[in-house]
């Protein structure tokens, strides 16, 4: 543990960091029971997760499961297996930007809304790109596998840029050379390399120009002025207020829901609801007003699809968004957007 960093025993992570564990205990054939007890986490929460889990629980359960079965790589096997996270309105920036280049600088400009555990710092070396990943606080434990499975899901998410011919200089780990060290080769197709400075990847610096087929300028400055503003977005000390920009930063994720919100601000769940009734409103009424109200912003100023509008306000599909949205307003999305565009 790095004793220069800050620990912060109430920070949270997002439940869905361990999506895919279930499925990479299936395939290396190991029993979880023991570690889901003792990091506290249910079972449920890795099936189907909708709220938040302490960073240290997230910790102990990778560590635990790595030891515990001698399956020093748990945390790249989980990334292999884990679906494309969902950051709410901070999934649609990277497609919409012209340029790799674009995508990997806005990325990271707006990334700490959604992560406070960690860092990535971009570095140009040569004809090279360097991205490290470092931590900003404290835990208990190594971070080996978070290592692995951050930097795997990074790599997964960029290669979405780039097709099958280009590839990647090389990864790095700071951690020792496990013995099937391999597998990260066949999986990354790039050189890797152990005990190294700094955990990260490397690629030429002439992909940062590679053009996105998805490019948007139009869309692209309405959803950057939408984060500008949840950067700037303090909650104040007004509950409702504050449950207000806590729902519109988290919009998208499995965050954004009573219990999740509750954390956020260092509340109870039953606490929260008291406090909202006493003025008069309900978590859902709020949470289904933001949602109505960012519908409209991009409806009005976007030719987002309703498909990704839908995504992004964490409905399951667009027909559950276009029931909520004709209940606020009596027609459907599409009709509105028509009439008020």
Known sequence: MDKSLDSDPSLFADSDILLGAWEAAQELEIDLRDSLR?????????????????????????????????????????????????FGVLTQLPRLCATVGEA????????KLYNQASMWQVCEEGDYIVMKRHQRVATTGSLVQLHQLAITLMIKA??????????????SFSHSQPDNYKIYQRYYR????????????????????????TANPELLSIVEAHLDGLLVDEPGDDVICGVRAMIRTNLGTSLCNLDGISQLMNK????????????????????NEVRQEVAEHYLLNSNITLVDLADMLGYNNVSAFSRAFKTFTGVSPHDWRLAYA
């Open 190 to 213: 790039a050189p890797v390399y152990f005990n190294q400075e700094y955990d990260g990847y490397v690629f030429p610096k002439d992909y940062l120009s590679i053009p996105i087929e």
């Open 268 to 287: 109870h769940p039953r606490a929260l609801q008291r406090i909202l009734k006493e003025q008069g409103m309900g978590f859902r009424d709020l949470l």
């Open 38 to 86: 003792l990091s506290g986490i249910r079972q449920q929460q890795l099936l189907s997760p909708k709220t938040y889990l302490g960073y240290q629980q997230v910790v102990t359960f990778l560590n635990d499961v790595a030891t515990r079965n001698q399956c020093p790589n748990f945390g790249f096997y989980v990334a292999r297996h884990q679906p494309s996270l969902r």
């Open 158 to 171: 960029s290669q979405s840029f780039l097709n099958e011919n280009y590839l990647l200089a090389s990864v």
């Open 104 to 111: 990997v600088a806005k990325t990271f400009k707006y990334a």
